[in-house]
């Protein structure tokens, strides 16, 4: 008659080959590296190819909160981790803290390197389309000559930044008109065409008189003076565009500067509470669960 020793001693090889097979190349379930082996922990139930997990690799899943509850438990399992609170963590957070200004640092120098191409875009498109040269005589002579406007870098530039403002300002006053266009009542456009005197050049709102003394477009204006007129627009749009620059410059900062404040509490309370490698646990358990197959296996023998 078998025994129970007997059946588990015939189990016992068949179980540690199936043991070294799963053993033998352990692979982080985060960055599949295979390296570092000493490095890897089984923090939860998982088990085959999501068993191991490189610890650091876990903290930072913890830290982005990728799924929902990722820093107490398994997106996997959902096995909630044995936490473990580190007393000295000092280190780390001097660490996490320079961390923290080299992504903010990245971050605004990327913004800043995209606003830099579109300007010499424009500054580009600028100097295409001003074939004559009109754009360098606006600057001072002394700065760039006005012979060598292929050579004139500043003025173009200049030129391209103010475009950009031009169009952060038209751009910001479209979306005032559709969103904040409710501020300007029936009542009030009502009293703006009523005190149109009605001639047929006035182009005013403010036209309080009936003179006909408005100015008018001028039938006659030269190329020059359409060129003026469309400077004075660009400045005008320009100048709204530096309001609305800075107003959402300011909410870009401070979207950027949230986004890496929380990350950088997450990464110091991943620090601060560790998870516990339950690879033993897990060796107990599977020794555990085997014995109870053996155990059930020999009573139904026996009967």
């Not at 096995?79 to 971050?107: C, I, M, N, T, Y």
């Not at 479209?174 to 065409?193: F, N, P």
């Not at 005197?197 to 005013?204: A, I, P």
């Amino acid at each position: 008659m078998r025994t129970e020793q007997h059946i588990f001693a015939e189990l016992q090889p068949e179980e540690s080959l199936v043991g070294d097979l799963e053993e033998e190349r352990p692979c982080c379930r985060i960055c599949l590296d295979d390296g570092n082996v000493f490095d890897l922990i089984a923090p939860c139930w998982c088990t085959g190819s999501s068993k191991w997990v490189h610890r650091a690799c876990l903290d930072e899943w913890r830290a982005q909160e990728r799924t929902p509850h990722s820093f107490t438990h398994c997106c996997t399992c959902r096995f909630q981790f044995v936490l473990e609170p580190v007393k000295d963590h000092s280190f780390e957070e001097s660490r996490a803290l320079w961390r923290f200004r080299a992504f903010v640092a990245r971050d605004m120098s990327g913004v800043f390197i995209i606003l830099q191409l579109l300007i010499t875009f424009l500054a580009g498109f600028i100097h295409l389309c001003d074939g004559s040269g009109r754009i360098v005589e606006l600057y001072p002579k002394d700065w760039a000559e006005t012979h060598a406007a292929t050579m004139s870098i500043g003025p173009y530039y200049i030129s391209g930044f103010i475009l950009f403002l031009a169009i952060l300002g038209f751009i910001g006053s479209i979306w005032y008109c559709c969103g904040g266009g409710s501020l300007d009542s029936g009542a009030t456009r009502h009293s703006r065409r009523s005190r149109d005197c009605g001639c047929d050049n006035c182009v005013l709102y403010n036209c309080d008189g009936c003179a006909c003394d408005c100015p008018s477009g001028g039938g006659g204006s030269s190329d020059s003076g359409v060129f003026l007129i469309l400077v004075a627009v660009v400045l005008v749009f320009a100048l709204i565009g530096i309001f609305v620059g800075v107003f959402f410059g300011t909410i870009v900062f401070q979207r950027i500067l949230q986004c890496h404040v929380h990350l950088l509490w997450m990464r110091a309370e991943s620090q601060k509470l560790v998870v516990v490698d339950l690879q033993s646990q897990t060796s107990q358990l599977d020794r555990s669960n085997t014995r109870e197959c053996v155990r059930t296996m020999t009573m139904m023998r026996e009967v």
